[in-house]
Structure formats: C-alpha cells, structure tokens
Nanobody, 121 residues
Framework: QAQLVEFGGGLVQAGGSLRLSCVAS????????MGWYRQAPGKQRELVAT???????NYADSVKGRFTISRDNAKNTVNLQMNGLKSEDTSVYYC???????????????WGQGTQVTVSS
C-alpha cells in the first residue's frame, strides 16, 4: 500500500526552471528505483529520468544536461530539477516508483497521478 504524490508542476516561460517532487507514503517495506515519465497529448508516455537506490541515474537524450534527478531515501522522495525549459517539455509528468510492499513480496510499480508542466514560448 503505497501512494505517490507529486508537487511542483506549473507554468513557466521558456528558459525558466521548475523543481518537481514526489513523495511516497503509506505502508511498504522499501523502494527500489524511482523515476519520472512524461506524456503529452497524443504522444506515448516516455521516460525522462530514473534513479536507483544506489543513486545510479539515466536520462532521456532530450533532457540530458538540463534535468537532474535526485532522491532522498530517508524521506522516500524523488526530485526532478528542470532547467532551461523548452516549449517541447510541456507535458504531464508522472512519478514512478518500484515499491516492495513487504519483505516477502516482489516489487511492484506504482504511479503518481501526474502534474502538469507548461512552458510558454
């Protein structure tokens, strides 16, 4: 039983910055990888960035050098710092986490409800 809640979406001008946060709450044993995905209208959901429990990261080529993912395991939180935003970044951003509900179960993938990021040109 885990819930993911996203914060930080909003409207910014091109070249600006936003910081997204996602907090996992509820009852669970631990969290493995966490990440951010995005989906624009009429588009498939795509990976933006992921981070493992050992802080190994990977990024989509389109955001590499502009976005930075980080996490705080003690707070069960994953963040996405987005700099140099472009109109093409406009999308709904979804938090993702691979959650181990308890010590005797396998991990399951959970999703947040999404937060809108709009970049004006």
């Amino acid at each position: 039983q885990a819930q993911l809640v996203e914060f930080g979406g909003g409207l910014v001008q091109a070249g600006g910055s936003l910081r997204l946060s996602c907090v996992a709450s509820g009852s669970f044993y631990d969290i493995n990888a966490m990440g951010w995905y995005r989906q624009a209208p009429g588009k498939q959901r795509e990976l933006v960035a992921t981070i493992t429990d050992t802080t190994s990261t990977n990024y989509a080529d389109s955001v590499k050098g502009r976005f930075t993912i980080s996490r705080d395991n003690a707070k069960n939180t994953v963040n996405l710092q987005m700099n140099g935003l472009k109109s093409e970044d406009t999308s709904v951003y979804y938090c993702n986490a691979n959650v181990k509900p308890n010590s005797w179960t396998a991990t399951r993938q959970y999703w947040g409800q999404g937060t809108q990021v709009t970049v004006s040109s």
